[in-house]
């Protein structure tokens, strides 16, 4: 057997409820749970749930809540970052090359296209997103084609 508490969606063994009681650490609101609550829900959550309780103050799982427009826009810079991160990692040789005067035609070509790219990414405004609908719908500019 086990104790559940809401307040803290914790577990505690009914073995260790007299230490838990003389530490000062056991929550006032614990309920009495069998095995096989315990082993369901004091495990990984199901993909899109986190655990809460009822309005019995039994665990159960819910729906994540859906993400924020701040949280959505924070998704947004990262994924912005580490575009920007692969595309200067790219052009990093031909930066270079053009800076000891020993870039091909082709290559500077490819940079400026390259270069293009990097300031499209810069230049991205993310207000627009405001729900996970905006945010999977946001046009992002299409990386050149790699050329090998």
């Known amino acids: 057997m086990y104790l559940f508490s809401k307040t803290t969606l914790g577990f505690y063994p009914v073995a260790?409820?007299?230490?838990?009681?003389n530490?000062?650490?056991?929550?006032?609101?614990?309920?009495?749970?069998?095995d096989n609550v315990r082993d369901t829900y004091n495990a990984q959550a199901p993909l899109g749930k986190k655990l809460d309780v009822d309005?019995?103050?039994?665990?159960?799982?819910?729906?994540?809540?859906?993400?924020?427009a701040s949280e959505l826009i924070a998704q947004a810079k990262i994924k912005q970052e580490s575009l920007l991160t692969s595309a200067?990692?790219?052009?990093?040789v031909w930066q270079s090359e053009l800076l000891l005067g020993i870039i091909s035609d082709a290559d500077k070509a490819t940079l400026t296209v390259w270069?293009?790219?990097?300031?499209?990414?810069?230049?991205?405004?993310?207000s627009s997103i405001t729900d996970e609908a905006s945010y999977d719908a946001f046009a992002w500019p299409d990386a050149p084609e790699s050329l090998s």
């Open 115 to 126: 270069i293009s790219y990097i300031k499209e990414l810069q230049a991205l405004d993310f």
């Open 88 to 92: 200067k990692n790219t052009i990093s």
């Open 16 to 21: 260790d409820k007299q230490a838990y009681i």
């Open 23 to 34: 530490a000062g650490t056991l929550p006032d609101d614990v309920i009495e749970v069998d």
């Open 55 to 68: 309005s019995d103050g039994m665990p159960v799982w819910v729906d994540l809540p859906a993400p924020t």
